[in-house]
């Protein structure tokens, strides 16, 4: 099975991996594991004003603080993975890339940071189901 795994560092997503390292069925060689974390983007004058190189390295910052302990965890768990991170809007990256990488799951947490709008279920999460064609697997 083909999955991606939606991450933003949050305790939701350390609660996904935990489900993922709990269930024997979501571990081992029969998945192909794809790791994707979006970066919100910088605000254009933001941007302007701190210049393309320092503007890079602060994408690249914030995806490895959010990448590195999930990279760490596959790696303890011997399962080899794909990682990548875009820059934008969470939700839309999600559903594209599960589209364009015709997955067969996503997996992601129901909340993530600075999800307090939609208490019930996450912003992020309730947009993703709206636009992906792709199952969907949340975890609370």
């Avoid at 307090?116 to 279920?121: D, G, Y």
Wanted: glycine share 6%; with cysteine; charged share 20%.
């Amino acid at each position: 099975m083909k999955i991606l795994l939606a991450v933003d560092g949050s305790a939701y997503t350390h609660r996904a991996l935990a489900y993922i390292a709990a269930h024997d069925e979501w571990l081992g060689q029969n998945h192909e594991y794809h790791v994707l974390h979006a970066v919100m983007a910088v605000p254009h004058r933001a941007a302007a004003f701190a210049g393309p190189d320092m503007t890079r390295r602060f994408y690249e910052d914030e995806a490895e603080t959010v990448l590195r302990p999930i990279r760490a965890f596959f790696a303890q768990q011997k399962i080899e993975a794909q990682f990548r991170w875009e820059i934008g809007h969470a939700a839309k990256a999600i559903a594209e890339e599960a589209e364009r990488g015709r997955y067969d799951l996503v997996i992601m947490g129901s909340h993530g940071h600075g999800e307090l709008a939609s208490v019930v279920l996450g912003s992020t999460a309730t947009q993703v189901l709206a636009r992906c064609k792709t199952p969907v697997l949340l975890l609370r």
